[in-house]
């Protein structure tokens, strides 16, 4: 199994970036898919994610700003970004896991056993 994720770059604030996880040999229709990010010097945190029902949580603060969605004939997730801010400078990772609930996002990070190699994101002031 292999997640691939990209779309990470520079963006100043205000401006918007669009990740992209794309899996092999794992069908993400059939998984919960999430979105996580770890800034220097600080833990992994939630992010985002979508349960195998489609049902979408984010954590505090993201939701408005994020947009996670789910391309079942790409076998791909993407994380749409706006409105970023200097403080969303991170590492994004994506990740894959089915065995927790099938109807709620699961926002802790044991619950995923696939992860993807991450993608830098950098905002600028």
């Known amino acids: 199994v292999q997640l691939q994720a990209s779309g990470g770059g520079m963006a100043q604030a205000g401006g918007a970036l669009r990740l992209s996880c794309t899996a092999s040999?794992?069908?993400?229709?059939?998984?919960?898919m999430s979105w996580f990010r770890q800034a220097p010097g600080k833990e992994r945190e939630f992010v985002a994610a979508?349960?195998?029902?489609?049902?979408?949580r984010y954590a505090d603060g993201f939701e408005g700003r994020f947009i996670m969605s789910r391309d079942n004939a790409k076998n791909t997730v993407h994380l749409q970004m706006n409105s970023l801010k200097p403080e969303d400078t991170a590492v994004y990772y994506c990740?894959?896991?089915?065995?927790?609930?099938?109807?709620?996002?699961?926002?802790?990070?044991?619950?995923?056993?696939?992860w993807g190699q991450g993608t830098l994101v950098t905002v600028s002031s």
């Open positions: 990740a894959a896991g089915n065995s927790g609930s099938y109807y709620h996002p699961e926002i802790a990070s044991a619950e995923y056993d696939y």
């Open positions: 040999d794992l069908t993400v229709g059939a998984y919960a």
């Open positions: 979508i349960s195998r029902s489609d049902r979408i």
